[in-house]
């Protein structure tokens, strides 16, 4: 589609999967004009699609486009395009508890470009494809190696948005990570190397008694919907919740830790090793309690288990 710097996108079509054609001397080709977002629809018990607050990922992609230098799809243009998206990918929406449908908008610079500047075209994109668990480990607790030497996003970067350099950064430093055996890298900032920021596709959290602490959004780690949301839920089941610098040394005495985001829900985080120590988590063999307190939490909200006193859940059938 070609739009005016107003956002006027035009209505847009459905065409099969496949490869799409794209100028050669486009902006995100060429200088990583590319944003993306993220959210899932579950199937309920009685078979119709639940999507878990489109309206956010429709607003993230708007505060994004605005870092990027383009227009973004009005919000409603965005929720109803992503509604039809789903509902012609019904059948790929799996049974309950068996999965769900991933839905991936994208908003790139499509026109032409040479010198470094802004496209002066943009095309909104979305496809979806059926997943189950993001690690391998499934529900299992997830191994994280703290990484000091690769950063995701410096202060005055984009880490703040889901733009698609954000993950071209982390692509090495995670592969390495997994030769060694571990799910993923949690990463420190980029200034004093000591507290934590987000872990490559998830943000992070850590548990001491009643107290649940998390990285405050300062414009290097992206303010994730799911964190968002753990955030209200631990405070409706009365837990204490702090957004602020959490330093790498209070892994040390932490009771659980565990991650946060729409790929991977709430992971549950057995083991993080930093600078050649490992330290283990409940056990390091179950779930810690709170961790899988939220995750049931979330969980049965997400598939129309319980009640959505939030308002959370967009019913599509
Ligand atoms: N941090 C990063 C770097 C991510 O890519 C994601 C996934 N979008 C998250 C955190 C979690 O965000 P959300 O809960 O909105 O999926």
């Not at 119709?48 to 505060?63: G, K, V, W």
């Not at 409706?236 to 829900?265: H, I, Y």
């Not at 288990?305 to 059938?317: A, H, R, S």
């Amino acid at each position: 589609a070609k739009c005016g710097l107003d956002g006027n996108f035009d209505k847009g079509e459905m065409v099969p999967f496949g490869p799409i054609e794209m100028n050669p001397s486009s902006g995100v080709l060429n200088y990583g004009q590319g944003l993306f977002e993220g959210l899932k629809a579950y199937r309920k018990s009685d078979g119709s699609i639940l999507l878990f607050r489109p309206l956010e990922n429709a607003m993230r992609m708007q505060t994004g486009a605005e870092r990027m230098c383009m227009p973004a799809p009005p919000v409603e243009q965005f929720v109803d395009a992503v509604k039809q998206t789903v509902l012609a990918n019904k059948r790929w929406v799996p049974p309950t508890g068996k999965g769900s449908l991933y839905i991936r908008p994208l908003l790139v610079g499509s026109g032409a470009v040479l010198g470094l500047a802004p496209a002066p075209e943009y095309t909104f994109i979305i496809f979806a494809s059926p997943v189950g668990n993001y690690f391998k480990e499934g529900l299992a607790p997830i191994n994280l190696i703290v990484e000091d030497k690769f950063h995701r996003a410096a202060p005055g970067g984009t880490g703040g948005v889901k733009t698609i350099g954000n993950y071209a950064s982390v692509l090495m430093a995670q592969k390495i990570a997994k030769e060694k055996g571990y799910s993923d890298v949690l990463y420190l900032d980029a200034v004093h190397k000591k507290y934590l920021e987000e872990v490559s596709s998830c943000n992070i959290f850590v548990v001491k008694g009643n107290v649940i602490s998390t990285p405050a959004i300062k414009g290097t780690i992206l303010p994730g919907i799911t964190r968002k949301s753990i955030i209200d839920v631990a405070l409706s089941k009365g837990f204490q919740v702090e957004e602020r610098l959490v330093s790498v040394d209070e892994l040390l005495d932490a009771d659980e830790v565990f991650c946060t985001g729409t790929a991977v829900v709430v992971s549950p985080v057995g083991s993080i090793t930093y600078q050649g120590k490992r330290i283990e988590y409940a056990g390091n063999q179950g779930v810690g309690a709170v961790s899988q307190q939220l995750y049931t939490s979330l969980t049965s909200l997400q598939m129309g288990q319980v009640e959505d006193p939030m308002g959370w859940t967009v019913q599509l059938n």
